[in-house]
C-alpha cells in the first residue's frame, strides 16, 4: 500500500461551521504534513508532525488545529474559516528526510 | 526571503521533442532538491529527486541537472508525450531538520500533438 488517503475529497462550509479534514497513510511514515494550495499556486507548508508531535507549524492562524491520534492518522480540524481559506488542501508522509508522497487533496469552498 | 522560482510560467511543445524546465533557488544551504508533476485536479506525484553531492540524475525519459555555481536546477523530459501535460513544480530542503519542502512557483508544460 503506497496510498495517502484524504477524505472528503470536496467540503463546502459555511463561516460558523466547524468541520474536519482526515488524512490516512499505512506505509509506516513517521512525518506527516499539511500544505495549503491555492489555484495557480505552489504547494504552501502549513504544518509537519514527526512521531506523532508537532514539530512546525508555518505561522497559521488557529482557526486551523491540526491533529495526529497515531502514526497513521493527521486531521485538520477547521473553525470559523474565511472564504479567503478556500483552497485545496493536500496531506503528505515521507518515511524520513527525502521524498513526500502526497495524497490528493481535498477541495475545500468556504462560503 | 528565500524562494525557489521558476523563470517560464508556461511552455509549449510538441510532441516528441524534448522539454526543458528550469528553476532558480536561492537558499545555499539547500541540499536535496525534488521536482514534482501536477496533474489538474491531482496531487503532486514525485518525478525524480537529487541530492547536492550530485550534479546530474537519470530516470527513464528525465534528467534532472543541478549548477550549484549558479544555484539552478532543470528538468529534461525526453521525446515528450500529450501524458507529460501538466504543472511541474521543484522542490528544496535542507537535511538534517523536519524535512521542509518548500516548493516553487511552477511551470505549466502543454505538449501539442
Known amino acids: 500500500d503506497t496510498e495517502v488517503t484524504q477524505t472528503p475529497k470536496h467540503l463546502v462550509m459555511g463561516m460558523t461551521n466547524k468541520k474536519s479534514l482526515k488524512c490516512e497513510q499505512h506505509?509506516?511514515?513517521?512525518?506527516m504534513y499539511w500544505y495549503k494550495q491555492k489555484a495557480k499556486k505552489p504547494p504552501e507548508l502549513m504544518f509537519v508532525?514527526?512521531?506523532?508531535?508537532?514539530?512546525i507549524n508555518e505561522s497559521v492562524p488557529s482557526r486551523f488545529s491540526p491533529e495526529c491520534p497515531n502514526s497513521s492518522l493527521l486531521n485538520l480540524h477547521l473553525h470559523a474559516l474565511q472564504p479567503e481559506d478556500s483552497a485545496l488542501y493536500l496531506c503528505?508522509?515521507?518515511?524520513?528526510?527525502?521524498?513526500?508522497?502526497f495524497g490528493e487533496g481535498s477541495r475545500l469552498t468556504v462560503l | 526571503g528565500e524562494s525557489v522560482g521558476l523563470h517560464l510560467p508556461t511552455l509549449s511543445v510538441q510532441e516528441g521533442d524534448n522539454s526543458i524546465i528550469n528553476c532558480a533557488y536561492s537558499?545555499?544551504?539547500?541540499?536535496?532538491f525534488i521536482w514534482y508533476k501536477q496533474e489538474s485536479g491531482k496531487g503532486p506525484q514525485f518525478i525524480i529527486d537529487i541530492r547536492s553531492n550530485m550534479d546530474k540524475r537519470q530516470g527513464q525519459r528525465v534528467t534532472v541537472l543541478l549548477n550549484k555555481t549558479v544555484k539552478h536546477l532543470s528538468l529534461q523530459i525526453a521525446a515528450t508525450q500529450p501524458g507529460d501535460s501538466a504543472v511541474y513544480f521543484c522542490?528544496?530542503?535542507?537535511?538534517?531538520?523536519?524535512?521542509?519542502?518548500?516548493f516553487g512557483a511552477g511551470t505549466r508544460l502543454a505538449v501539442h500533438p
Open positions: 508532525y514527526s512521531y506523532e508531535k508537532l514539530s
Open positions: 506505509m509506516g511514515h513517521r512525518a
Open positions: 503528505a508522509s515521507s518515511p524520513g528526510p527525502g521524498e513526500l508522497f
Open positions: 537558499n545555499s544551504a539547500s541540499d536535496y
Open positions: 522542490a528544496e530542503s535542507i537535511s538534517g531538520g523536519y524535512n521542509k519542502l518548500i
